[in-house]
């Protein structure tokens, strides 16, 4: 019963979205995508203009998806228990404490006071969701001036008092990107999106697709596809970026070779020690066999791979800008075994 509820509300709800997006095609073309179980945006992102759209994971697909790792979500989708329980196999940002309720809760001696004055870059983000939101990049200005988000500016008793308006947040370390990262944009986090899955057959982790994302001006200090950032495909053999995609807001499908704000070239550019970044994150996925499918967001950091959080059933737009996920037989026979198509 709750299967069949959630599957006629994922579709009303792809319906709803689209309505209220408001994406500039002919209402009877998304009639027409409805009923496969996309979103009108994926018309232009994914080309079905001239693509086969049953090469491509739906959007219904994707959020049916969901309880793929159950009962074992939870890792995934509480940010407290994914630093807890997962940073035992690879890197993530240091939580420092909880804000409930507007109390900070510290996990150490230090208070709320304290962590401010000590840190010039720190991270406030909610413990639960994903797209960016409920996330404060904050940088200290001087000893009483606070940056947040790169918009608004705080004085420290201010900052106490939009602390105590909050509630299940955590209070993290601030991740430096490495001199690579920094390069595709200095002005944004640009985090890679890897999907690990587990092979039924082996039940051993392998990496389905890669991406590079990398901020504009739009999207900072953050790199969200949905607010405009790129998307670059990574060779997962040999870790060269491709030309860049983004989330469409019109019919015409762009790509870019070089960062639409810096004319950085983005396209042939390879990440550093690719082999080893692999070989990192397959040991990690293979250390957690109850995930079964982990879109994984990592920092390319000065002090190396960390994985920033988990989803547990991600997004397929910011992967099939590029090419489709079912053309390879490995995913698709992962998505047949757990009975999503």
């Known amino acids: 019963m709750k299967f069949t509820y959630y599957k006629y509300r994922t579709k009303i709800n792809i319906v709803k979205k689209d309505l209220k997006d408001k994406f500039p095609i002919g209402f009877t ?182 991406v590079q994302r990398i901020g504009v001006a739009a999207s900072a200090p953050q790199d969200n596809f949905t607010k405009g950032g790129l998307s670059a495909s990574i060779n997962l053999e040999t870790g060269q970026l491709s030309d860049c995609t983004r989330h469409p807001k019109a019919k015409e499908h762009k790509r870019y070779t070089h960062h639409p704000d810096t004319n950085v070239k983005i396209e042939g550019t390879v990440i550093p020690d690719w082999s080893s970044i692999k070989a990192e994150i397959l040991d990690a996925a293979n250390s957690l066999p109850m995930l079964k499918c982990v879109g994984w967001d990592f920092v390319l950091s000065t002090k190396g791979l960390v994985a920033i959080e988990g989803n547990h059933h991600p997004d397929p737009d910011v992967l099939q800008g590029h090419e489709p996920l079912l053309t390879d037989e490995r995913i698709k026979a992962f998505y047949k075994f757990h009975k999503i198509l």
């Open 29 to 210: 073309k998304k009639i027409g995508l409805w009923k496969k179980g996309f979103l009108a945006e994926k018309y232009t992102l994914y080309q079905l203009d001239k693509n086969n759209y049953k090469d491509y994971l739906s959007d219904y697909h994707a959020a049916m998806a969901r309880w793929i790792n159950e009962p074992f979500n939870e890792l995934l989708t509480n940010k407290l228990i994914f630093s807890e329980y997962v940073g035992k196999y690879i890197q993530v940002p240091k939580t420092f404490g909880i804000i409930v309720s507007g109390q900070f809760y510290s996990n150490d001696s230090r208070s709320i006071e304290d962590l401010i004055n000590q840190f010039e870059i720190f991270v406030v983000k909610t413990i639960s969701g994903g797209g960016g939101k409920g996330v404060y990049i904050i940088k200290k200005e001087n000893d009483n001036q606070f940056l947040v988000n790169n918009t608004k500016t705080f004085n420290s008793n201010e900052l106490l008092a939009f602390f105590k308006t909050l509630n299940n947040y955590i209070f993290t370390d601030y991740i430096e990107p490495s001199e690579f990262s920094k390069s595709l944009n200095a002005t944004s986090v640009n985090t890679m999106r890897i999907i690990t899955l587990i092979d039924p057959e082996t039940n051993k982790a392998f990496i389905a697709r890669a």
